[in-house]
């Protein structure tokens, strides 16, 4: 290498005074550069495709609908079971690379199941239990998916076999997985996992028989079960909802919506409300209407209406806060068209239309802001879409490492772990300090902790973003208004305001215990399962390491073409 350097200072020595040719030769040179430049030199940005639009990703090794699909950290998504006409009930997963834009087949579990739940549990593996496993038969049985090896291992059952039940992670780590039918007949009982000791224990019963309710984590930490039917054959969709409350195990009675619903679609909104949306009412049919629920009050109210009837739907919180609806409709009409609501002004409004239909479907949202959508009702097409937010075109994950980075890379990330005492913060300041101030527009970051506490009734974390002097080491918090967050699972911090990175400053991602007390410290795993996502509104910062590199090899290049003309005219 010493050698090539001096010989390409003696090069450089013997360059004759520039003449008007050489002038041609140095723009023929710089367009050649920029060609070069404009086709390889990567950028910080996941550059995605048109807003607003569907496009047709990699298609599926085995064409399916209802099963579940669940994103992983390390960003894939593992699509699992659910029905294939001419097959039956599949045990079979596959995995998607949002990479390569590809699917490939992973372990198959030990029993095949439809109709199931799943869950990604704190230590990253994947929990599934219950479902039908044929025409006739349920299952009460439960296994594990382990990303790192592929597999899948048989961990405890349930004491009642289920399905069309819902699974939520709550935060104290344990599952909770409440109603389904059991031989077509609605149950109230409801049951915990415990992923620590692989056991399930019945907890608190409902007040009200359930089955295909939907059920959602409130901010509270509380448990939104809502709608869905009471019985099987002479089926009667109901209106109810009631609250679980993990600290003491039981359910109680909150406000009713106000029209009867099943096979509908909720999700959890930025200011903590519920919104409900679709569905069957068996005296009105298929609808269009959607209510929100306000946990303060405990009672629902009307919003706009999607003015396209559809159930067996999908309902996802995008970055921006929008809800995207997408695919469904009723028995003998499918839609592709698809809504965005947005909270702000509790109105609907048409986006991009799939390019197929889809029901009983999943829909997943990916890391780089992109939706990704899997199966179908016919049970034979293996086609999957993905939908790009308009708007936004890129993202970025930084690892938290044990040497107190966020790192934009997992590869040389070693095991290791960060002690919280209580009523104490760790800041965690990007490896870079920016070479400008860089603004970030207001979105949602993604924090996810993966941590180890042994104290009983812990309070959670307090998650800020925001930038970092380290003249004096002062933090400036994006969001001066703490997001609350559990000792394990993933804290979405919402920034309505937007901040910026002062030039010189870094990247700073602060976690507090807001315990007064308590030991253990809070471990916070650095094992490549804890990380920071930045918003789709990312303006690309950190500039990557890799950049500059390719400028300086572009830059060689250049000279080198520079002086292969320069030697030929000279001839």
Same mark, same amino acid.
């Given at each position: 290498?010493?050698?090539?350097?001096?010989?390409?200072?003696?090069?450089?020595?013997?360059?004759?005074?520039?003449?008007?040719?050489?002038?041609?030769? $140095?723009?023929?040179?710089?367009?050649?550069?920029?060609?070069?430049?404009?086709?390889?030199?990567?950028?910080?940005?996941?550059?995605?495709?048109?807003?607003?639009?569907? #496009?047709?990703?990699?298609?599926?090794?085995?064409?399916?609908?209802?099963?579940?699909?669940?994103?992983?950290?390390?960003?894939?998504?593992?699509?699992?079971?659910?029905?294939?006409?001419?097959?039956?009930?599949?045990?079979?997963? +596959?995995?998607?690379?949002?990479?390569?834009?590809?699917?490939?087949?992973?372990?198959?579990?030990?029993?095949?199941?439809?109709?199931?739940?799943?869950?990604?549990?704190?230590?990253?593996?994947?929990?599934?239990?219950?479902?039908?496993?044929?025409?006739?038969?349920?299952?009460?049985?439960?296994?594990?998916?382990?990303?790192?090896?592929?597999?899948?291992?048989?961990?405890?059952?349930?004491?009642?076999?289920?399905?069309?039940?819902?699974?939520?992670?709550?935060?104290?780590?344990?599952?909770?997985?409440?109603?389904?039918?059991?031989? @077509?007949?609605?149950? #109230?009982?409801?049951?915990? *996992?415990?992923?620590?000791?692989?056991?399930?224990?019945?907890?608190?019963?409902?007040?009200?028989?359930?089955? +295909?309710?939907?059920?959602?984590?409130?901010?509270?930490?509380?448990?939104?079960?809502?709608?869905?039917?009471?019985?099987?054959?002479?089926?009667?969709?109901?209106?109810?909802?009631?609250?679980?409350?993990?600290?003491?195990?039981?359910?109680?009675?909150?406000?009713?919506?106000?029209?009867?619903?099943?096979?509908?679609?909720?999700?959890?909104?930025?200011?903590?409300?519920?919104?409900?949306?679709?569905?069957?009412?068996?005296?009105?049919?298929?609808?269009?209407?959607? +209510?929100?629920?306000?946990?303060?009050?405990?009672?629902?109210?009307?919003?706009?209406?999607?003015?396209?009837?559809?159930?067996?739907?999908?309902?996802?919180?995008?970055?921006?806060?929008?809800?995207?609806?997408?695919?469904?409709?009723?028995?003998?009409?499918?839609?592709?068209?698809?809504?965005?609501?947005?909270?702000?002004?509790?109105?609907?409004?048409?986006?991009?239309?799939?390019?197929?239909?889809?029901?009983? @479907?999943?829909?997943?949202?990916?890391?780089?802001?992109?939706?990704?959508?899997?199966?179908?009702?016919?049970?034979?097409?293996?086609?999957?879409?993905?939908?790009?937010?308009?708007?936004?075109?890129?993202?970025?994950? $930084? *690892?938290?490492?044990?040497?107190?980075?966020?790192?934009?890379?997992?590869?040389?990330?070693?095991?290791?772990?960060?002690?919280?005492?209580?009523?104490?913060?760790?800041?965690?300041?990007?490896?870079?300090?920016?070479?400008?101030?860089?603004?970030?527009?207001?979105?949602?970051?993604?924090?996810?902790?993966?941590?180890?506490?042994?104290?009983?009734?812990?309070?959670?974390?307090?998650?800020?973003?925001?930038?970092?002097?380290?003249?004096?080491?002062?933090?400036?918090?994006?969001?001066?208004?703490?997001?609350?967050?559990?000792?394990?699972?993933?804290?979405?911090?919402?920034?309505?305001?937007?901040?910026?990175?002062?030039?010189?400053?870094?990247?700073?991602?602060?976690?507090?215990?807001?315990?007064?007390?308590?030991?253990?410290?809070?471990?916070?795993?650095?094992?490549?399962?804890?990380?920071?996502?930045?918003?789709? #509104?990312?303006?690309?910062?950190?500039?990557?390491?890799?950049?500059?590199?390719?400028?300086?090899?572009?830059?060689?290049?250049?000279?080198?073409?520079?002086?292969?003309?320069?030697?030929?005219?000279?001839?």
């Amino acid at each position: 290498m010493k050698n090539k350097i001096l010989h390409l200072k003696k090069v450089l020595t013997q360059l004759n005074p520039i003449r008007p040719r050489h002038i041609r030769l $140095w723009v023929y040179s710089i367009v050649v550069l920029s060609l070069i430049t404009t086709i390889i030199i990567p950028t910080s940005k996941v550059m995605a495709g048109t807003p607003g639009t569907w #496009s047709v990703t990699g298609s599926l090794n085995t064409g399916r609908y209802a099963q579940i699909a669940i994103l992983l950290p390390n960003g894939k998504v593992v699509v699992v079971g659910g029905y294939a006409n001419r097959i039956g009930c599949l045990s079979s997963a +596959e995995l998607y690379n949002p990479d390569t834009g590809t699917w490939s087949v992973t372990g198959s579990m030990s029993t095949p199941r439809t109709n199931f739940a799943g869950v990604l549990l704190p230590n990253g593996k994947v929990l599934v239990c219950g479902g039908q496993i044929d025409n006739t038969n349920f299952t009460s049985s439960a296994e594990l998916y382990d990303p790192n090896t592929g597999t899948w291992s048989v961990t405890g059952s349930m004491s009642t076999a289920r399905e069309t039940h819902t699974a939520t992670l709550l935060p104290n780590g344990k599952v909770l997985v409440a109603g389904g039918n059991t031989d @077509h007949t609605p149950q #109230s009982s409801a049951e915990l *996992y415990d992923p620590v000791t692989g056991k399930w224990s019945t907890t608190g019963n409902m007040n009200i028989i359930w089955g +295909e309710h939907t059920a959602t984590l409130l901010e509270n930490g509380k448990v939104l079960a809502v709608g869905g039917i009471d019985r099987v054959g002479n089926t009667i969709s109901i209106s109810s909802a009631e609250l679980y409350d993990p600290a003491v195990g039981t359910w109680s009675v909150t406000g009713s919506m106000n029209t009867q619903r099943c096979g509908f679609a909720s999700v959890l909104l930025p200011n903590g409300k519920v919104l409900v949306c679709g569905g069957n009412n068996y005296d009105q049919g298929i609808l269009s209407s959607a +209510e929100l629920y306000d946990p303060a009050t405990g009672t629902w109210s009307v919003t706009d209406s999607m003015n396209t009837t559809r159930l067996q739907h999908t309902a996802t919180l995008l970055p921006n806060g929008k809800v995207l609806v997408a695919g469904g409709g009723s028995e003998d009409t499918h839609t592709t068209l698809t809504k965005l609501y947005d909270p702000a002004t509790n109105s609907w409004s048409t986006t991009g239309s799939m390019n197929m239909y889809h029901a009983e @479907h999943t829909a997943t949202l990916l890391h780089n802001g992109e939706v990704l959508v899997a199966g179908c009702g016919d049970g034979i097409s293996d086609t999957t879409e993905l939908y790009n937010l308009q708007g936004y075109t890129s993202q970025q994950i $930084w *690892y938290l490492d044990s040497t107190g980075h966020p790192v934009m890379e997992i590869n040389g990330i070693q095991s290791g772990e960060i002690g919280i005492p209580a009523n104490s913060a760790v800041i965690w300041l990007t490896d870079q300090s920016t070479n400008s101030d860089v603004t970030f527009m207001s979105g949602t970051w993604t924090v996810r902790l993966d941590t180890l506490c042994n104290r009983s009734g812990d309070v959670g974390l307090l998650a800020q973003v925001g930038d970092y002097n380290p003249d004096g080491g002062i933090f400036t918090p994006f969001n001066t208004t703490p997001e609350i967050g559990y000792y394990n699972g993933e804290i979405r911090i919402t920034i309505n305001t937007g901040g910026t990175v002062n030039k010189s400053h870094y990247l700073a991602l602060r976690i507090y215990d807001s315990a007064a007390s308590g030991t253990p410290p809070r471990r916070i795993i650095t094992d490549g399962s804890s990380y920071l996502i930045s918003p789709l #509104s990312d303006p690309g910062y950190p500039l990557p390491e890799v950049l500059s590199g390719v400028l300086l090899g572009m830059g060689l290049v250049g000279f080198g073409i520079f002086m292969f003309v320069r030697r030929k005219l000279s001839a």
